[in-house]
């Protein structure tokens, strides 16, 4: 390809109100990490001049920017979205909105996306794939919001979370491994990437995709692991009702992926075998992966010769441009 980069659209790109930011709660998830990571803080509260400045520095035009962390009511949901819009609204060429939702109020989703969508111009939304309770979304009380999305014509993206209480002590390993060994096996290394997995073939299972069967789905981290296994699942499926798609037509029709915070193209030679290149997005994970090791990324796939120029600039922009009306 040319020495000049294409276009970059990333889609992972996280933010935190600094309001939310100071509460309890989201110390309670966040304050080690940004005890170990100082910058992390900063950098998440900024939706703005400085992120932009960082945006222009690596040759990253656009970031479709999401609240991150922890589940919020509908009061906090609607605060964050305002202010994740007036960022949008003074950035527009270089910052555009994910909405968050209450997830653990399901009767409030549809309406806050709504929202979001028609007044404020957001381009769908980025949620948890649980409650703290460990709920998925499979149940007729998160019709409305799965409707919704439908109706708007706007994605969902299902980002892995923290782990239910009872989940992790189910999964908490031998009492030789250490604290933060045990943390990042039971959530960022491996756990909530197998649970969302899971969530997504649950959804499946449970009819969603049939009910609803033009929604878009977004997976970050190359799918979440699901491609690895893409044959596997299809085959075992067979074994149980409750759908009338298969999951390979459902990977083909509904399901997005994003490369985000991984820096090996090796997941990527996976993907290409099972899945349309028309469906992989270039994202980052920022702040808690860095512009740097993202556009290192892209540019090491630009010279691998793994995708042509044309596949590329799909990876790099076009897709996302296509699923969200850029």
């Given at each position: 390809?040319?020495?000049?980069?294409?276009?970059?659209?990333?889609?992972?790109?996280?933010?935190?109100?600094?309001?939310?930011?100071?509460?309890?709660?989201?110390?309670?998830?966040?304050?080690?990490?940004?005890?170990?990571?100082?910058?992390?803080?900063?950098?998440?509260?900024?939706?703005?001049?400085?992120?932009?400045?960082?945006?222009?520095?690596?040759?990253?035009?656009?970031?479709?920017?999401?609240?991150?962390?922890?589940?919020?009511?509908?009061?906090?949901?609607?605060?964050?979205?305002?202010?994740?819009?007036?960022?949008?609204?003074?950035?527009?060429?270089?910052?555009?909105?994910?909405?968050?939702?209450?997830?653990?109020?399901?009767?409030?989703?549809?309406?806050?996306?709504?929202?979001?969508?028609?007044?404020?111009?957001?381009?769908?939304?980025?949620?948890?794939?649980?409650?703290?309770?460990?709920?998925?979304?499979?149940?007729?009380?998160?019709?409305?919001?799965?409707?919704?999305?439908?109706?708007?014509?706007v994605p969902c993206y299902l980002h892995p979370t923290w782990l239910a209480d009872h989940q992790m002590q189910a999964l908490i390993p031998g009492s030789n491994v250490s604290k933060a060994a045990q943390k990042a096996i039971i959530n960022s290394s491996w756990g909530w990437h197998a649970d969302t997995a899971s969530h997504v073939l649950q959804l499946h299972a449970a009819g969603v995709f049939d009910r609803f069967p033009k929604l878009n789905l977004v997976l970050g981290h190359f799918g979440e692991m699901i491609p690895f296994m893409l044959d596997r699942i299809e085959a075992f499926s067979i074994r149980y009702p409750g759908f009338k798609r298969g999951?390979?037509?459902?990977?083909?029709?509904?399901?997005?992926?994003?490369?985000?915070?991984?820096?090996?193209?090796?997941?990527?030679?996976?993907?290409?075998?099972?899945t349309s290149i028309d469906r992989i997005m270039f994202s980052i994970d920022y702040p808690f992966a860095t512009l740097e090791k993202g556009v290192q990324w892209f540019k090491d796939l630009a010279a691998s010769g793994m995708v042509d120029e044309d596949g590329l600039v799909k990876i790099a922009h076009l897709n996302a441009a296509r699923l969200l009306r850029l």
């Amino acid at each position: 390809m040319s020495q000049s980069l294409p276009r970059l659209v990333t889609l992972e790109e996280h933010w935190v109100s600094p309001t939310l930011a100071s509460s309890s709660r989201f110390q309670e998830l966040f304050g080690d990490l940004f005890e170990k990571y100082p910058s992390w803080g900063a950098e998440l509260r900024d939706a703005s001049a400085g992120r932009v400045a960082a945006m222009k520095q690596h040759s990253i035009d656009l970031q479709v920017v999401s609240h991150t962390g922890g589940l919020y009511t509908l009061e906090e949901c609607r605060s964050a979205n305002d202010e994740l819009y007036e960022n949008t609204k003074a950035n527009p060429n270089h910052i555009a909105g994910f909405a968050v939702l209450p997830v653990a109020d399901p009767a409030s989703c549809a309406e806050e996306l709504t929202r979001c969508v028609k007044e404020l111009g957001f381009k769908g939304a980025l949620i948890n794939h649980q409650t703290a309770e460990g709920t998925y979304f499979t149940g007729p009380e998160y019709d409305p919001m799965w409707k919704a999305l439908e109706e708007l014509d706007v994605p969902c993206y299902l980002h892995p979370t923290w782990l239910a209480d009872h989940q992790m002590q189910a999964l908490i390993p031998g009492s030789n491994v250490s604290k933060a060994a045990q943390k990042a096996i039971i959530n960022s290394s491996w756990g909530w990437h197998a649970d969302t997995a899971s969530h997504v073939l649950q959804l499946h299972a449970a009819g969603v995709f049939d009910r609803f069967p033009k929604l878009n789905l977004v997976l970050g981290h190359f799918g979440e692991m699901i491609p690895f296994m893409l044959d596997r699942i299809e085959a075992f499926s067979i074994r149980y009702p409750g759908f009338k798609r298969g999951f390979k037509q459902v990977w083909n029709e509904n399901i997005w992926i994003t490369t985000s915070g991984v820096w090996s193209l090796d997941p990527l030679a996976i993907v290409l075998r099972n899945t349309s290149i028309d469906r992989i997005m270039f994202s980052i994970d920022y702040p808690f992966a860095t512009l740097e090791k993202g556009v290192q990324w892209f540019k090491d796939l630009a010279a691998s010769g793994m995708v042509d120029e044309d596949g590329l600039v799909k990876i790099a922009h076009l897709n996302a441009a296509r699923l969200l009306r850029l």
